[in-house]
């Protein structure tokens, strides 16, 4: 019997199937003994199954095995936090400390970006704050010259008796 | 029998977030330099004048900051330029009579742009200014006007 087989009865047996697959199953079921023979096996184990159960309940509950069996098992703790596998182990580390330290990450490169930033991010360079200019250089050619301006003008004005 | 189970999945995928935040690092601390490296000039040679002739509508702004301590009656754009330059690139136009004004950026930084200005046979000047800031200087006579220069950097 091929594993697709195997897998449909079991399906069938647990009443898995669709109502379409059940009835396609049930003709093949009438076309092979084999499969019968397979299904009547497990009806059959499933019996004994469940008498077997009602008999340990008649006797009373099973001990416990756990604790013997837990005291037997390595330390998990031991191994390290990178290698311990149990599914509560990982993933209790994994919310804990991984994703304060993948946020402080975020947190820290974006810092970095913006204190990169030859200006304000919403603002282009060299604008922002009170505009004012600075003259670090200025040859008039020996001329005098009157400078003003505000905020946002600067004013370098030759004053007369500059003919050229 | 008791197996082993999953991997360490959660590890392994930070350490790929880690480094792709390392890798994206430098593309950001590199694209906003580049991006600063030109300067967007207007420069305008503008006749003032006690001859009538009205206010150039392009020369509005200037005439706002000049019109409190200067007296004129005409202030027309003779040339005028809009220039796209990179620090250290030369831009400029000619003006009546031949001689030329030119504008170099030298350097931007947080402070503004270091703007070198000349214009021939009358000034030089470096000055560092803020984006949008008028740099307006008063230079040769022409005829019974007087040219001015007015320099507007965007960047």
């Not at chain 2, 490296?37 to 005439?63: F, K, N």
Request: glycine share 10%; with cysteine; net charge neutral.
């Amino acid at each position: 019997m091929t594993d697709a087989n195997e897998a449909t009865l079991h399906a069938y047996y647990d009443g898995e199937l669709g109502w379409w697959a059940q009835r396609r199953f049930e003709a093949h079921l009438r076309r092979s003994p084999e499969l019968r023979a397979e299904l009547q096996a497990i009806r059959s184990l499933g019996s004994a199954l469940r008498m077997a159960e009602e008999s340990s309940l008649a006797h009373g509950p099973e001990p416990d095995l756990w604790p013997a069996i837990a005291a037997e098992l390595p330390n998990t703790r031991t191994l390290g936090a990178m290698e311990s596998d149990s599914a509560a182990g990982s993933w209790a580390g994994w919310f804990t400390w991984r994703p304060l330290a993948t946020g402080a990450l975020a947190v820290a490169m974006a810092a970095a970006f913006f204190a990169l930033q030859p200006g304000s991010p919403a603002q282009p360079a060299g604008a922002g704050g009170p505009m004012t200019a600075t003259v670090r250089y200025l040859d008039t050619g020996g001329r005098s010259v009157v400078l003003d301006g505000g905020e946002d003008f600067t004013i370098i004005w030759l004053t007369p008796g500059d003919a050229v | 029998m008791l197996t082993r189970q999953g991997s360490n999945r959660p590890g392994r995928w930070f350490a790929v977030l880690l480094a792709l935040c390392a890798c994206a690092l430098p593309m950001l601390m590199a694209a906003p330099a580049g991006a600063q490296e030109r300067v967007q000039i207007h420069l305008a040679v503008t006749r003032l004048s006690d001859e009538p002739g009205g206010i150039d509508p392009e020369a509005a702004r200037l005439h706002k900051k000049l019109q409190k301590d200067y007296r004129y009656k005409s202030l027309q754009v003779v040339r005028s330029a809009d220039l796209d330059l990179a620090i250290d690139e030369v831009g400029g136009l000619e003006m009546p009579g031949g001689k030329r004004v030119r504008v170099k950026p030298i350097l931007i930084d947080k402070k503004g742009v270091l703007l070198s200005v000349d214009v021939e046979g009358s000034i030089k000047t470096d000055l560092r200014v803020k984006s949008d800031h008028l740099v307006i200087i008063g230079a040769e006579r022409h005829g019974k006007g007087k040219m001015v220069i007015s320099v507007e950097p965007h960047f």
